[in-house]
């Protein structure tokens, strides 16, 4: 009777939004200065509440990969000449110190639904004045300067400091996608585990290479999880884009401009459709919202490596993988879809059953991670149609 019932991993989704932050939306790229958002306007703190929006209307939490230059308050990267287009004569050309606190109060009172992720300084490099692509690995995927790329980043902490962002960053974004992998303690993820990153999602194919990824889709160093993102379906800087995305990977890679209406006061309006897009077309395909990046890297881990198998009466999940990945990069639980004929029930073991926190969660068998070595999950059926 098990051939009556399916047991699958749904594919989880997360919603990323790069280049959060910019306070001028001018590609600025033809006369050496960054690319920014491509927006034909100043953001502005509604373009915040747009995001909590979205937030708001997925139930979710909404992975904003965040850019800080322009939140320089006191000037402070002249003495780091490389991470901005005014080297050492840097001086923060975003003057609206209003603006920038109500955008502040908008991102601490929607942590629920807005994601603080880190994505860059001033996502370029500027060597001897000039604009090189990006600012941490170059377009051959080489990191830059080990000693370099660490005073980038605490100069991005000391700008979260100066505007009392007490969270701490989880996931990476890198700019324009240079990035690399497998160079053990030589390597990014070293850097990224010493500031507390856990998670970077990226295009595995357009990375240097050392070694190859230990799964489809995902690789692990230094206690840091990489994901395959794909390439993002909707082009950077294409304001109040149309909704479009296959949800066939976990990552939803979108730019603040695609969300924003170039009206602020209609950025809603934009929202809205990026809303009714994903709720309708992640219910038809079954797959599941995840509360936050680490939900949606645990599950896809999930998705990407368990092992679901009928035995008799019932099913055997084996999660063998998490003896191999680092526990500080998994979370609490699983989700599962099970399709079964009315009046079907089924019994756990090696595994408590979980009761769903979000609306997002109940159509799904919510469970926890098993804790035996075996790490092996069984499904019993108990009762049946007559």
């Given at each position: ?18 280049d ?18 491509g ?19 997925l ?11 322009e ?27 209003e ?14 639904f ?22 941490f690995h170059n ?5 830059r ?8 980043l ?7 400091e100066?505007?009392g ?8 974004i ?11 303690d ?17 295009v ?17 160093e ?14 950077w ?24 209406h ?17 709720n ?12 936050d ?22 099913f ?13 990069l998994?979370?609490?639980?699983v ?38 070595e ?5 499904i ?5 149609n007559?």
């Amino acid at each position: 009777m098990t051939q009556e019932i399916d047991i699958s991993i749904p594919m989880p989704l997360v919603v990323s939004i790069e280049d959060v932050g910019w306070w001028s939306g001018w590609n600025g790229s033809g006369v050496n200065q960054p690319f920014r958002t491509g927006m034909p306007r100043d953001h502005v703190p509604a373009d915040y509440t747009a995001l909590a929006a979205l937030g708001k209307g997925l139930g979710t939490r909404i992975l904003a990969g965040f850019v800080l230059c322009e939140w320089d308050k006191t000037d402070s990267l002249r003495h780091l000449p490389s991470a901005t287009w005014m080297g050492d004569k840097w001086v923060n050309p975003m003057k609206n110190r209003e603006h920038q606190a109500q955008a502040a109060a908008i991102i601490k009172a929607e942590q629920d639904f807005i994601e603080f992720g880190f994505h860059a300084l001033g996502h370029e490099f500027w060597s001897n004045g000039r604009m090189e692509r990006s600012e941490f690995h170059n377009t051959a995927c080489q990191m830059r300067d080990r000693e370099e790329i660490i005073r980038h980043l605490d100069a991005f902490f000391r700008i979260m400091e100066q505007h009392g962002f007490d969270v701490a960053p989880r996931t990476f974004i890198p700019p324009a996608l240079y990035h690399s992998f497998g160079n053990g303690d030589k390597g990014f993820q070293k850097i990224m585990n010493r500031f507390g990153i856990k998670y970077v999602t990226l295009v595995f194919n357009r990375a240097k290479l050392f070694s190859r990824p230990q799964a489809a889709g995902v690789a692990w160093e230094n206690d840091v999880l990489l994901v395959e993102r794909g390439e993002a379906d909707v082009k950077w800087d294409t304001v109040a884009a149309e909704p479009h995305f296959l949800f066939d990977r976990p990552v939803m890679a979108l730019h603040w401009a695609n969300i924003l209406h170039p009206d602020p006061r209609k950025n809603l309006l934009v929202v809205d459709r990026w809303v009714r897009y994903i709720n309708e077309t992640i219910e038809k395909t079954g797959g599941l919202l995840a509360r936050d990046s680490e939900s949606a890297f645990t599950q896809y881990l999930h998705k990407t490596m368990s092992k679901i198998q009928r035995k008799g009466r019932g099913f055997s999940v084996d999660m063998s993988w998490l003896n191999r990945v680092p526990g500080t990069l998994i979370g609490a639980s699983v989700f599962l879809k099970v399709d079964a004929p009315g009046g079907i029930g089924f019994d756990v073991s090696g595994a408590r059953k979980l009761a769903p926190a979000r609306p997002a969660e109940t159509p799904f068998l919510k469970l926890s991670l098993p804790e035996d070595e075996q790490r092996r999950i069984r499904i019993l059926l108990r009762q049946f149609n007559t």
